[in-house]
Structure formats: C-alpha cells, structure tokens
C-alpha cells in the first residue's frame, strides 16, 4: 500500500494548513478529501459571506448618507455582486489553484471518503494508505437540516444555495436566528428581498448577551426585517401562489418563494473508523487534549473536536498540531478568550463567559453596561449606531471574564478585550488605561469609568461601587 509520514483526513480550512505546514518541514503527507481543497471557508462560508456583507454595507451607508452629506440615490445591482462572489472569490468554486499548491509541495491527494482501519491505516474506497507517524483528522462539519416535519418535500436553500443565488427571490423565510442567518438574511434585505427571521429560541443569537441580542433586533427590524421569535417551525408545505409556506408552532404561517435552512452545522463522524483506534467521541465530538491528540499518534483538529466551530479556532488548533507533530512543544491550548463575532450591521462580537455563565460558576460578579449612542463616538457615529457594551468582571480577581460588544467595528473592539480576558488584566489598568479620543474602543473606557466617573468605581446592576475609590 502506497504510505506517506501523515494521512490528513479533511484537506478543508484547518486541514490544509496543517499538511502544508508539514509539507513545509518536509514530511511527505496524504491528504484526503471528498470535496474542494480548501473547505467551506474559502468557497462557501468566510470568504464570499463576508464580501456579499461587504457589499451590502456599502449600500447601507449610501443610504445613510442621504440627508447627511446631500441627496444620494443609489441603486442595487445583485449581479455586480454575484459575478464577483462567482469569479473573484470563489474562482467559479474551482480548487485547481489550491490542489496545485498542495502538490507542488510534494503532497499527494486522494479524492474520496476516508476511513481509519486500524492503527496508521486509512482506506478511500477500497485503496488502503499507511501513516507511518501519524493521522490528523480535520473532516469539518456540514450544514445541520432539523426534523421539520414536511420539510423534505419542498426545495428548500442550504447556505451553499444562498451563496451561490445568481437571481433573487422576491422573498425568503430563514429558519434559524443565529449567525448566518442574521448575516445573510440582513444582505438579502438590503438588496430588495422580503426577509422573515424565524427563530425558535426566545431571541435571535440566543447564546450571546441579552443586551446584545436585543440591539440587533431593533437594527434588523428598523431595516424592515420581520422576526419571529420562541416558535419552533411545525411544517413546511410547498404553495403554488406563494412557492413556501412555513406553519409555526402558534398556529401563525408565514409565507415566501424561498426557503433557507440555517440552523447551524453538524459534525459526522460516524463513518470515519473510529473505534477502530479507540477514540472517545462523547457528545459526538472527536475528544482531544490540550495538544489534539486524540489516540498514539492521532491528532484531530477543526470543527470535529467541538470546542468551537470557528475558522479561527480550526487554525489555531491546527498551529498546536502542527507544533505537537513535529516535536516543537507547544503551548497547550486555551479556550478561555475564544472571540465570536456575527458580522451584520451592527456587528455583535463577545468573547468569554457571559453574565449567566458567571454567575452559574458562582462567581462574585459586577456588570457594567453602556449603550453606544452614550458613548462619545457613537454619538458622533449618527445614523446606523445602534449598539451596547457590556463587559462582565469577576469582582474577587479583579479582572474581566466576558464582554459583548454591538456595533461599529465591534470585531476590532473585541481584540483589546480579548487579549484583557486571555491574559487576566486588571481591571485596574483598563480603567487607568489613557483611550484615544474619540473611538469606538474607547467606549470600553467610558463603560469602566475612566471618563469622569471616578477612577477604578464601576457598577453592577445594583450601582454599587465594585473598587474603593
């Protein structure tokens, strides 16, 4: 049987990266793959989502600026988007360019399922390939299709479908109020379609702070968004006059000529031989340590270890594999600053645990929260500058746990709390700290008191001071 140092099972997002890195080192590497060289990110997810919400945003500030700087009067044009999303992003979802870069590294790719058939062995249909150091696992997740009775029986869009649209709907109902599906459904209104958000949860990104929740309802809705919220979908039927009819568990039915299912992803790791090795997958999950090792020498990396189904998770559990694989030591990981950002207008990003996971550790904590129009730049902002700041600390330690961030460049907001949450900085010395004036970071400032509020005082929810002054 043909061998190679490492057989990588999922040549996506994190796969990739680890075998070429390896590749790099100088190990020969398999890689095996059933779809395109690069994963969901680059052809169906990150990239071309982030450059239609690019799009989209541009035409929200052309409107915003009717009024403020004069009469503007722009027009949407869905192709000049699509074409781009198709040939610029995407390359017409072509993986030639990264197949060619894998195997001009010296990298052999196999086309097809992989399946581990004991220790150091992986068979692709039929063919069998030996590791002769080591298996790293990074087969990724696919998109999750719930059991909504009636729902097979009608064409229905996956994210894949909404991203490649070349010719919009007139209207569309999205199951699911989490990212994508507050993402896509705000690109899709702007650019003329009736979007409904349906969401069975009491609101929409139900795993974020309330307040944050919130300050994306309002922004959604003031764009002509409908949302509904605490019903679950009890059917789908297919209408020959409205395409979709969608009946909610209140009895209400809402109606479109397209529907999109985005209820999150799924990981399937059934079919990949894993007890074969041993592995334990409790929660349907591949289970790792601080390094990915999941067995002697097997590795699993991404989405299939559960810790967070991000890219930026994959790569940086891919830079500990790498690292473990070639003996460098690494640094274990550490998921307790793990940064999640929806990008819709206003952006929503948060890091660590919230107020509720806080409070369940039982930790003694103070909450201080800012509305951003209170905030010096948001004010300034203007229109579109709906958004919140609310930052969680452990009042014992003295340092901030969580923080959720809407608004304006929330996501860049993020990294400075982040790196405050990861590294356990002082409160202190964030209140101290001297922000430039004005931005939007700065409004961490003015949350914690710097400005004017007197120094180290912050307030929880019973304005009690948490610090002497």
Not at 266 to 280: F, K, R, S
């Amino acid at each position: 049987m043909q061998s190679a140092d490492v057989i990588v099972l999922g040549v996506g997002t994190c796969g990739e990266d680890v075998a070429l890195r390896l590749l790099d080192s100088g190990w020969e590497v398999i890689g095996v793959e059933p779809n395109l060289i690069g994963g969901e990110c680059a052809y169906w997810a990150c990239l071309p989502s982030k450059t239609m919400i690019r799009s989209a945003n541009l035409l929200q500030e052309a409107r915003r600026a009717d009024g403020l700087v004069g009469r503007v009067n722009v027009e949407a044009d869905w192709s000049l988007l699509a074409e781009r999303v198709r040939s610029e992003v995407t390359g017409g979802w072509d993986d030639s360019f990264a197949a060619a870069r894998f195997e001009g590294k010296g990298g052999q790719i196999v086309r097809g399922y992989g399946r581990i058939d004991g220790p150091g062995v992986v068979e692709v249909d039929g063919m069998r390939y030996r590791a002769r150091r080591g298996i790293v696992i990074a087969t990724g997740s696919q998109p999750m299709i719930p059991p909504v009775p009636g729902l097979d029986t009608v064409q229905y869009w996956t994210t894949h479908d909404a991203i490649a649209v070349e010719n919009l709907p007139r209207s569309l109902v999205i199951l699911g109020g989490g990212a994508v599906g507050c993402e896509l459904g705000q690109v899709f209104a702007r650019y003329g379609v009736d979007v409904t958000l349906v969401e069975g949860r009491s609101r929409l990104l139900p795993n974020v702070e309330p307040e944050a929740s919130a300050a994306l309802m309002e922004a959604l809705r003031s764009e002509g968004i409908t949302i509904h919220c605490g019903n679950r979908v009890s059917s789908v039927a297919a209408n020959d006059r409205y395409g979709i009819v969608a009946s909610l568990e209140n009895g209400r039915q809402v109606r479109a000529d397209k529907l999109l299912v985005a209820t999150g992803r799924t990981v399937q790791i059934d079919g990949l031989g894993l007890d074969a090795i041993g592995i334990d997958m409790p929660g349907g999950f591949v289970e790792v340590d601080e390094r990915m090792r999941a067995a002697d020498g097997v590795w699993a990396v991404g989405d299939v270890t559960g810790k967070g189904l991000f890219t930026h998770v994959a790569a940086y559990q891919a830079t500990i594999a790498v690292g473990d694989i070639l003996g460098a030591d690494p640094a274990p990981a550490d998921y307790s600053a793990v940064p999640r950002v929806t990008f819709t207008d206003p952006e929503v990003g948060v890091v660590g645990l919230s107020e509720a996971e806080a409070r369940s550790q039982g930790l003694d904590i103070a909450v201080a929260v800012k509305e951003l129009p209170m905030t010096f730049r948001g004010w300034l902002h203007g229109t579109g500058n709906s958004g919140v700041i609310k930052l969680v600390v452990d009042r014992s330690a003295g340092v901030l746990v969580g923080a959720a961030v809407v608004g304006p460049r929330a996501a860049d907001v993020l990294g400075m709390l982040g790196l405050a949450v990861r590294t356990r900085i002082p409160v202190g010395e964030l209140v101290n700290m001297i922000y430039a004036f004005p931005t939007f970071y700065g409004g961490i400032g003015e949350a914690l008191g710097a400005y004017g509020r007197g120094v180290g005082r912050v307030l929880d929810p019973d304005t009690e001071p948490m610090f002497d002054d």
